[in-house]
């Protein structure tokens, strides 16, 4: 290709990626080696959470690999991780109380998931054929072209952008609802804060990726039609 200095902003985007991941995994080994002193698993707190908020209708399963936990609302199953399902640290207590507060938002229909879910099917086709439209316009030199592609990649960004107060509040429900339900003392609760705005950076760091390479294909957009 040619020479292009706003492949800078890739390059940022990557750099921020890496920093983020990087500071997931050493917080969560640092607090995976601090046990509660309830010395309940992900999996009991899972169950007391959900037994708590009268949920009887979602169910926990063990998944394999490490920081795949997730919360699948078509299944309804709180999916743990080999380092979170049989764990008694703040940091699997912290994990399995934030997908836990995926599902009190899948419960209480919070407005921001319902938007995150419906934006889904078009963050797909915007994060497949919206670089590949983008690169056929600029090859092609068709600027309707990039314009259309720019326009599909930004409902990937979007999609992006929505899934941060998402991550927040389930978050915010979930170091709460440890405290309150005794699951974790209150001095014990700093280590799952830490442990969850770690795991909330990566998210930040997603979108503000995305959102740098999208700044870069208007930026080459408009060089085009100066040219
Ligand atoms: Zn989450």
Same mark, same amino acid.
Not at 187 to 190: I, K, Q, Y
């Given at each position: 290709?040619?020479?292009?200095?706003?492949?800078i902003l890739v390059i940022i985007a990557a750099v921020l990626c890496m920093a983020a991941s990087a500071g997931v995994k050493s917080t969560?080994?640092?607090y995976a080696k601090v046990l509660s002193m309830s010395g309940m698993t992900g999996a009991q707190v899972a169950d007391r959470i959900l037994r708590q908020n009268g949920i009887t209708d979602v169910g926990i399963a063990h998944v394999g690999g490490n920081l795949t936990?997730?919360?699948d609302p078509?299944?309804?199953m709180v999916n743990l +991780?080999?380092?979170v399902y049989d764990a008694t640290s703040v940091a699997a207590v912290a994990v399995a109380a934030h997908e836990c507060g995926h599902v009190m938002q899948h419960a209480r229909g919070y407005l921001p998931l319902k938007i995150r879910t419906a934006l889904v099917p078009a963050a797909n086709i915007g994060s497949k054929a919206g670089i590949p439209i983008i690169m056929l316009g600029?090859?092609?030199g068709l600027t309707p072209f990039v314009d259309l592609g720019i326009w599909v990649f930004s409902l990937a960004v979007l999609f992006q952008v929505v899934t941060l107060p998402v991550e927040f509040d389930a978050s915010h429900r979930a170091l709460i609802m440890l405290e309150d339900y005794g699951i974790l003392a209150h001095?014990?609760? +700093?280590g799952s804060r830490k442990v969850l705005q770690a795991a909330a950076m990566t998210y930040v760091a997603s979108a503000a990726s995305a959102?740098?390479?999208l700044l870069r294909f208007i930026l080459l957009s408009n060089s085009r039609r100066r040219d």
């Open positions: 290709m040619y020479y292009d200095v706003t492949y969560y080994n640092k936990d997730h919360y078509r299944s309804k +991780s080999d380092s600029l090859i092609l001095d014990e609760v +700093s959102a740098l390479q």
